[in-house]
């Protein structure tokens, strides 16, 4: 893993690709759900490759419950991270990280790291390793 500094104001996805050259198959959002099971709540933290994004029919069948997003506050608060920083390195051991790993095509990732400012570039070997649970059909894609 490397630490990839950046201009704080283009830590949102759209503004990054832009910036720095780095390509949409490349780039990983985080994106913090709520899932409803059995009248309980759980959260997880799910990937999205930039060239996707979350189909809640999908999700749902996937994780088994309803699925919202979480508010951005409380995703904050939960992750201990900042916005347009969140990312699957060192969040909270009790949230699952959730991704769909055969619609994530690539060696090398860009991913938040936690701050503003600055982005993790994971190989493929320690995106498998940072998720918890692969699950398949939760994307559509962007196009």
Request: no cysteine; net charge negative; glycine share 10%.
């Amino acid at each position: 893993m490397r630490v990839l500094h950046v201009d704080p104001d283009i830590s949102d996805t759209a503004t990054f690709l832009k910036e720095s050259g780095a390509t949409a198959e490349q780039s990983l959002n985080s994106i913090v759900v709520s899932i409803k099971m059995a009248g309980e709540r759980h959260n997880a933290l799910v990937l999205v490759p930039a060239t996707h994004r979350l189909d809640n029919k999908g999700l749902k069948r996937a994780l088994g419950g309803k699925t919202s997003f979480l508010p951005m506050d409380e995703a904050l608060a939960l992750t201990g991270m900042e916005r347009d920083s969140i990312g699957p390195i060192g969040v909270p051991e009790d949230l699952p990280v959730v991704a769909d790993l055969n619609a994530i095509k690539g060696d090398e990732f860009y991913i938040g790291g936690g701050k503003l400012g600055r982005k993790y570039v994971i190989s493929r070997q320690e995106l498998e390793a940072a998720i918890d649970r692969s699950v398949v059909g939760i994307y559509v894609p962007t196009e």
